[in-house]
C-alpha cells in the first residue's frame, strides 16, 4: 500500500445523500460494499461516470474472456503497485481460471514458463502501456496473432481503466476490506 491511512474519508453510511444512497444500492444489495466504493461516494457525480465505464470493462460484453481480463487487470495492478486493486483481482482471477502459480507469475511477467504465447502477448501489451502508454509493434503483432480486433481494443480499455483505478487507489489510500492481507510485495510502507 502506499499509504496506510485515507487521504479521501468513506462516506458513512448513515450521513448519505439520497444521490449516495441510489448509487450504492446495488452494490448495498449484493452484500459488495467495497471501500473503493464508500470512498468514491464523496463525489457522486464522478463515481456516477467512472462505474458506467468500470461496468462495461467488467462485464460480458467485454470481449476478452473473464481468464485474459484479469490476466491484464492484475499485471497493471502490479506494475501500478496498487496493494488494493491486486488484492481484490487475486480473488477475482482465482474465480476466473487463474491458478495461485499463475498470479505469483504475473508478477514475473510475460517472461514466465506459466504463459501461452496469447498470454504473454497480454502481458506484454500491458507492460507495454505501463511504461509507454502504447502498444509496440511487436507486441501488437503478437496480440493479433491470437485475438480480433475488438479483443485487441478492449486489452488497451482494459489496461487504461486499471491504471486509472489504480491512481484513485493509490492517490486516495483506499484501504484493504475487512479480513484482506496485503501482499508482501506490494507493500510500500
Known amino acids: 500500500m502506499r499509504l496506510n491511512a485515507p487521504r479521501i474519508p468513506m462516506v458513512p453510511q448513515d450521513q448519505w445523500t439520497p444521490q449516495q444512497a441510489q448509487l450504492a444500492a446495488p452494490m448495498v444489495e449484493r452484500d459488495n460494499m467495497l471501500n473503493i466504493f464508500r470512498t468514491l461516494l464523496?463525489?457522486?457525480?464522478?463515481?456516477?461516470?467512472?462505474?458506467?465505464?468500470?461496468?462495461?470493462?467488467?462485464?460480458?460484453?467485454?470481449?476478452?474472456?473473464?481468464?485474459?481480463?484479469?490476466?491484464?487487470?492484475?499485471?497493471?495492478?502490479?506494475?501500478?503497485?496498487s496493494g488494493y486493486e491486486w488484492t481484490q483481482h487475486v480473488e477475482i482471477g482465482l474465480k476466473c481460471g487463474l491458478t495461485e502459480a499463475e498470479v505469483a507469475a504475473i508478477?514475473?511477467?510475460?517472461?514466465?514458463?506459466?504463459?501461452?504465447?496469447?498470454?504473454?502477448?497480454?502481458?506484454?501489451?500491458?507492460?507495454?502501456?505501463h511504461r509507454d502508454h502504447f502498444v509496440s509493434d511487436s507486441s501488437w503483432t503478437a496480440l493479433t496473432a491470437h485475438f480480433d480486433t475488438k479483443q485487441c481494443m478492449d486489452v488497451v480499455f482494459t489496461?487504461?481503466?486499471y491504471t486509472q483505478v489504480s491512481m484513485i487507489l493509490n492517490s486516495f489510500?483506499?484501504?484493504?476490506?475487512?479480513?484482506?492481507?496485503?501482499?508482501?510485495d506490494l507493500s510500500k510502507l
Open 173 to 184: 489510500g483506499v484501504q484493504l476490506d475487512p479480513g484482506q492481507v496485503l501482499d508482501p
Open 107 to 129: 508478477k514475473t511477467g510475460a517472461d514466465a514458463t506459466n504463459w501461452t504465447p496469447a498470454e504473454s502477448a497480454l502481458i506484454r501489451a500491458a507492460d507495454d502501456l
Open 159 to 161: 489496461a487504461a481503466q
Open 42 to 81: 464523496t463525489h457522486p457525480d464522478a463515481m456516477t461516470g467512472f462505474m458506467g465505464w468500470a461496468s462495461y470493462v467488467l462485464s460480458k460484453r467485454n470481449t476478452l474472456s473473464r481468464r485474459d481480463r484479469e490476466i491484464v487487470v492484475l499485471r497493471i495492478g502490479f506494475l501500478c503497485q
